[in-house]
């Protein structure tokens, strides 16, 4: 079997990629191991109308049955949302997953592996993973960034999770050549927060900007992906000192009940939702329709390129 065999593209999809029509990738461990049923389930059917809305179509994937799926049925989007047997999948598991026809929620790392052998060029998710807070004892750092490194896709986020060592997630990023760009921000965003204090070097004012540096990256033949850094709106924008507090509490309970690897960042971002009686978790969501609405447009604005 090849590589194209383990693949199974929605004909809407397909078309689109064909056509070199905007398709916008999504993840699906937002839904399975990030939100609660059956608020996830909502969330899934109203990410996919905003990319709709703006001119893309939306391909979330998972794992199910022995394939990589690019779009899902509403029975397969429940499927993840139930979240029943269904494990968080990185490039380390996919074979795996695949060979012995296990159930999977796409991480960020898996989303931009299977969009790339798709065709699909941009991606939105939360925020990305990153170095953890304490990865110089652990070398706890996320697949997230080599993916970042090696394949291409440009990824729209809020930045990293903030319960992560920013200054050391971009100094990685740095290491390995890829750009991270500020949509109409001179700061990366720390997911609940607008800002985090570490400038970025490059501030785009548009989406039509940020995909023209998309495209001539590509363009270069250079390898890897770009890291879009979208602040969440003002409105749902919370306290980064505050934050921080809350953090740093929830990191001391992990380390408490021996929480590590994969387990750490469900377990962060729920009990995060906790002490803060569920406001981090409505702006978890605002953050994300907000950057599936960015990633749509840089979409189309990379489909007028072509």
């Known amino acids: ?74 029975e397969e989007l429940d499927i993840m949302c139930k979240a029943e047997g269904v494990g968080k999948v990185s490039r380390r598991d996919v074979a795996v997953y695949l060979a012995t026809g296990k159930t999977g929620a796409t991480t960020v790392a898996t989303t931009m592996m299977i969009a790339e052998m798709a065709g699909i060029k941009i991606f939105a998710t939360g925020g990305i993973g990153g170095v ?38 971009l100094e990685y990023l740095e290491t390995f050549g890829v750009p991270v760009l500020g949509l109409r921000t001179d700061e990366f965003p720390a997911f609940y927060c607008r800002t985090s204090g570490h400038k970025l070097d490059y501030r785009c004012e548009s989406e039509a900007e940020a995909a023209k540096i998309i495209k001539t990256k590509w363009d270069l033949g250079l390898k890897g992906g770009l890291v879009i850094g979208n602040p969440i709106p003002e409105e749902y924008a919370l306290d980064y000192d505050e934050m921080e507090k809350v953090i740093v509490k929830a990191l001391d309970m992990a380390k408490e009940q021996g929480i590590h690897g994969k387990d750490v960042t469900p377990f962060l971002l729920s009990h995060i939702k906790d002490m803060t009686e569920g406001v981090s978790f409505a702006s978890n969501l605002q953050l994300a329709y907000n950057n599936a609405r960015a990633a749509s447009r840089i979409a189309c604005e990379m489909a007028k390129m072509k």
């Open 1 to 74: 079997m090849t590589q194209k065999d383990y693949l199974s593209i929605t004909p809407e999809i397909q078309q689109a990629i064909d056509e070199g029509k905007p398709v916008v990738a999504l993840e699906s461990t937002i839904l399975s191991h990030g939100m609660p049923f059956p608020q996830n389930v909502e969330f899934a059917h109203k990410v996919e109308e905003i990319v709709r809305a703006e001119g893309a179509v939306p391909a979330t994937t998972a794992i199910i049955g022995g394939k990589l799926k690019v779009g899902l049925t509403s």
């Open 132 to 169: 953890h807070r304490g990865a110089t004892e652990t070398m706890d750092i996320s697949a997230d960034l080599q993916e970042l490194a090696n394949t291409q896709v440009a990824v729209v986020c809020a930045g990293a999770k903030s319960l992560l060592d920013l200054g050391l997630t």
